[in-house]
């Protein structure tokens, strides 16, 4: 069996499954759940899996909604990652319902290739990548370790097979002052609103002198109670995120200045934490991605190499790729201009059209793990690329003015 017939039968394969992973994920999709509740969520998706005839470990790295999938032992050993965790209010507005059926459908595709070519197939179940970076735990916890490769698709508003993710941690900030009467007595106040407010002056001064693809942004959570009463008390959370890790330590320090020299200012006391999660910046594996795109095209879709919108955010794939080769690309589910994080979205990932992105995704990551098992050197290719012994890297997107 060649590469092309092996591709033709997982393709099949995953038509044949069309309507399963369809209510698989509308099931997902009607319940939604949070970051580490994915309790049905979970169970749904490795029971599928263990019918298929995948060994399944559930409660993997003592996250209960964590599991993994494994059919075939041998190497190269090749992951796809599903999420399955909802949003607050929107629910399923970020697509993982159909993260989650694309990786299973993927797979589950995959097994007469490990059967004919040899390596391992698994299905990383990664919880809570919402509000926790369930992969960062994990990615600390070793879940990753011993993986040649690592794959997820993400269901978006173009087909692109590169992330610009960058690296990124959230620091929490209190000011104590001292409390008086407004109007009678305001100097025997301190006030912890000003010293906020000072801080997001002096954040807002420092953002035109950072390295333009970094980003500074922050809400005030308490900023008093009484108009007539000086705040002695105020709160925030910011995120400081950065293209690499060690700009990111730099811009942490500046930030942080900014909340130091307010406290100064101000007389009112400062106490800060910064996040337990830090997410790593996304690695894209270039020589994965071109393979990827490939595959994606010959279902009749157009594959940019990068985002047109220049579009930044944060994810915790990106302390994955930092471990394994990987790649997080998007299959197109909704026009250009719809947001992530919508209730548009959240319909669009219950549609035709998310049905459709969902199969499509399934079959390119099918497709990629069969030209993997079947030609190992391509599998060299992808590791020499991480290890920088090749370059895989396009040339930098040009700066705009
Ligand atoms: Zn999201
Ligand atoms: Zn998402």
């Not at 997410?279 to 190499?305: I, K």
């Amino acid at each position: 069996m060649d590469t092309e017939r092996a591709k033709a039968l997982v393709i099949s394969e995953i038509e044949a499954r069309h309507h399963q992973l369809g209510e698989l994920s509308q099931k997902i999709h009607s319940n939604p759940e949070l970051g580490f509740q994915e309790v049905k969520a979970a169970d749904w998706l490795t029971r599928y899996l263990e019918e298929c005839g995948f060994s399944i470990e559930r409660g993997i790295c003592e996250l209960p909604t964590a599991f993994r999938g494994s059919y075939g032992q041998g190497k190269p050993a090749i992951a796809i990652l599903a999420e399955y965790d909802a949003l607050p209010d929107v629910g399923h507005a970020c697509g993982h319902n159909l993260i989650a059926a694309s990786a299973i459908g993927a797979a589950v595709a995959c097994k007469s290739a490990i059967d004919r070519f040899g390596g391992s197939i698994i299905v990383t179940g990664t919880p809570a990548e919402e509000l926790y970076g369930g992969k960062a735990i994990m990615a600390d916890r070793g879940a990753f370790d011993n993986l040649d490769i690592a794959m997820m698709v993400h269901p978006g508003t173009h087909d692109v097979v590169t992330t610009e993710a960058l690296a990124c941690q959230t620091l929490e900030v209190e000011f104590f002052g001292e409390a008086a009467h407004a109007a009678a007595r305001p100097e025997a106040g301190i006030n912890a609103l000003e010293a906020m407010i000072q801080s997001f002056n002096a954040i807002n001064s420092l953002r035109q002198h950072i390295k333009p693809e970094s980003r500074l942004h922050g809400i005030i959570t308490d900023g008093g109670k009484a108009a007539n009463v000086v705040p002695a008390h105020s709160a925030g959370i910011f995120m400081v995120r950065a293209e690499d890790d060690t700009y990111l330590d730099v811009l942490k320090q500046r930030v942080l200045n900014c909340f130091i020299g307010a406290a100064t200012a101000s007389g009112a006391r400062l106490e800060y934490k910064w996040g337990d999660i830090r997410y790593a910046p996304m690695r894209n594996n270039l020589t994965l991605a071109r393979l990827f795109r490939q595959n994606l095209q010959s279902l009749g879709r157009e594959v940019l190499l990068s985002d047109p919108g220049n579009a930044f955010g944060s994810t915790d794939f990106g302390n994955v790729s930092q471990l394994v080769p990987g790649i997080h690309p998007f299959v197109a589910i909704a026009s250009p201009v719809a947001a992530i994080h919508s209730s548009e979205f959240t319909a669009a990932a219950a549609s035709e059209a998310g049905i459709q992105g969902l199969l499509d995704a399934a079959k390119a990551l099918a497709m990629t793990v069969v030209d993997l098992v079947a030609n190992p050197e391509i599998v060299v290719k992808v590791k020499a690329e991480f290890a920088g012994k090749i370059s895989g890297q396009a040339q930098k997107k040009p700066r705009r003015n």
